[in-house]
């Protein structure tokens, strides 16, 4: 069953420093997001992105954050200088074309520990 | 309006009873509205979803109640396992993108 993969899958880095999560989504896809979970709390919507370009993004999703397709299967969030309140959990979820919602399949997250 | 306000927080049941999970929306714009399921260390798994043009949806144990009029919708897990203790979110998106908006969880315990 085809699935959405994620790495690292546990990062730990010093506050300012920048971190890269790479994601790859379930090969047929067009719709890919990031989302993130403090520890205990519920998902949270940080930023949509279809055909090339962000279509959507929330307040979270601020300068310091940045996202990238650098080749047809990768698709990475970048976080240019991390902060304590980053440390969560950062979930990649892509979706196939058709209606304009429908299932997201999410990948197992990566943990970000800033210290 | 872009809220889905989700009850209870925690929820304690015994083996074989029901469980049931209630959510509440606002922005009339939503046409989906999903229940995933999350255990400790795993993303969120899609369980059962529902569109609005149907009041109910059952796939085995899981059933979706949805009331449009009202704005509301709930899981009812039936028979309940203590392998369904799980944190259970609902969630709802509409518009263009998709985007899922989701509500606060519940942690579902079922006692053996």
């Known amino acids: 069953e085809p699935e959405v993969t994620q790495t690292p899958s546990h990062q730990v880095t010093q506050m300012g420093q920048e971190v890269i999560l790479r994601c790859v989504p379930i090969?047929?896809?067009?719709?890919f997001y990031w989302y993130r979970q403090i520890l205990g709390q519920k998902v949270e919507f940080l930023v949509s992105?279809?055909?090339?370009?962000?279509?959507?993004k929330s307040e979270i999703f601020d300068d310091q954050f940045s996202v990238e397709r650098p080749d047809g299967s990768n698709f990475t969030l970048k976080i240019r200088s991390t902060k304590l309140e980053d440390s969560a959990m950062y979930f990649c979820?892509?979706?196939?074309?058709?209606?304009?919602?429908?299932?997201?399949?999410f990948g197992e997250g990566s943990r970000l520990t800033v210290l | 309006q872009q809220q889905v306000k989700q009850s209870p927080q925690s929820l304690i049941v015994q083996k074989g009873g029901i469980s049931i999970i209630n959510c509440a929306y606002e922005?009339?714009?939503?046409?989906?509205f999903p229940w995933y399921q999350q255990f400790p260390g795993k993303g969120p798994a899609l369980l059962i979803a529902?569109?609005?043009?149907?009041s109910e949806k059952k796939e085995g144990r899981f059933t979706i109640s949805f009331n449009k009029s009202a704005k509301q919708f709930s899981l009812h897990i039936m028979d309940s396992q203590p392998g369904d203790s799980a944190t259970y979110f609902c969630?709802?998106?509409?518009?263009?993108?998709?985007?899922?908006?989701f509500g606060k969880g519940t942690k579902l315990s079922v006692k053996p």
């Open positions: 979820a892509s979706r196939g074309q058709g209606r304009q919602t429908g299932e997201l399949f």
């Open positions: 090969s047929n896809h067009l719709y």
């Open positions: 992105f279809y055909n090339n370009e962000i279509s959507e």
């Open positions: 922005n009339t714009a939503f046409d989906y």
């Open positions: 529902i569109r609005p043009d149907v």
């Open positions: 969630a709802a998106s509409g518009g263009s993108q998709g985007n899922l908006i």
